[in-house]
């Protein structure tokens, strides 16, 4: 993996330990950075998953945001259509974590309206830090009882998930630094509202062809928002990207 941008002071592989220190987030402060891969005609899903999507560079970055992370925010739509596992971190990372005052798990945060999800999801009954699920005053009873065994399930709001609130709720159980990996519609609710501070995004170099949703869907801001880049990661023909919101 190689650096092209900013100019690299030389052309060899980025390590791991390099990598790592790139993508620190600024703790000083909540940020929400979030994570996707696109092919080059902007699909992000092939087959109707983002597995097709993502090389073993993008891999590699993959696991270091979640080695950053204090809460890994994810939609609905997502766990369910991607069957997310429950969110482990191999020994090296948990205690790279410990040794950085970080717990040795991020707390997994998962967004959903109709709280339509298993408790028995690996995600929610795997966890070894009790998830949350953030929904709204209206969401059924019954499904908020059944995960409540699971999670803590928090209301942001009255009839719809306020990403504000609960980006709010993060912040005050002390985990600032917020790591979402989609999908589609949970990016597009917190670029309405802009809430985003950091997007990684991998161009995966194919092309899926019409069909596919874009990274994000939903609601549309009043104005598109401007972002900078952070750097650029050149490995197996990906663009491996960081960019920051120009605020
Ligand atoms: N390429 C990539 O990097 C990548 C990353 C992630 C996902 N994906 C792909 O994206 C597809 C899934 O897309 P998606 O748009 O359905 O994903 P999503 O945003 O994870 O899920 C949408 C669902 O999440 C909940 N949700 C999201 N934002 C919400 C909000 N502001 N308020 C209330 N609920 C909210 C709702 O759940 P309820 O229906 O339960 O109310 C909504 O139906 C899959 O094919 C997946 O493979 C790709």
């Known amino acids: 993996m190689r650096l092209i941008f900013p ?5 060899d592989d980025l390590d791991d330990d ?3 220190a ?6 000083s402060r909540q940020t929400v950075r979030v994570n996707f891969a696109a092919s080059l005609d902007g699909a992000v899903e092939v087959g109707g998953f983002s597995e097709p999507l993502s090389g073993p560079a993008d891999k590699r970055v993959f696991k270091i945001l979640r080695q950053h992370c204090d809460a890994l925010l994810v939609g609905a739509g997502t766990v369910r259509n991607e069957g997310y596992h429950a969110v482990t971190l191999d020994p090296a990372r948990r205690a790279w974590r410990e040794a950085h005052g970080l717990a040795p798990y991020p707390v997994p945060a998962i967004v959903s309206a109709s709280l339509a999800l298993d408790p028995r999801a690996d995600i929610l009954a795997r ?14 009873a019954d499904r908020r009882a059944a995960l409540a065994d699971v999670a803590d399930v928090v209301s942001c709001g009255v009839a719809t998930v306020d990403l504000g609130v609960a980006l709010a709720q993060l912040r005050s159980r002390g985990l600032p630094h917020v790591l979402s990996e989609g999908g589609p519609h949970l990016f597009g609710g917190l670029v309405a509202a802009d809430l985003v501070d950091e997007l990684c995004l991998t161009y995966s170099p194919q092309l899926a062809g019409a069909g596919a949703e874009r ?8 104005a598109p928002l401007g972002m900078r880049l952070v750097h650029a990661l050149f490995a197996e023909d990906s663009l491996i990207t960081m960019y920051a919101r120009a605020r």
């Open 215 to 222: 990274i994000v869907a939903g609601p549309v801001p009043a």
């Open 127 to 140: 966890a070894p830090v009790r998830p949350i699920v953030f929904t709204h005053d209206g969401a059924p």
């Open 18 to 20: 390099a990598l790592v």
């Open 7 to 11: 100019a690299p002071a030389s052309a």
């Open 22 to 27: 790139r993508y620190a987030p600024d703790r």
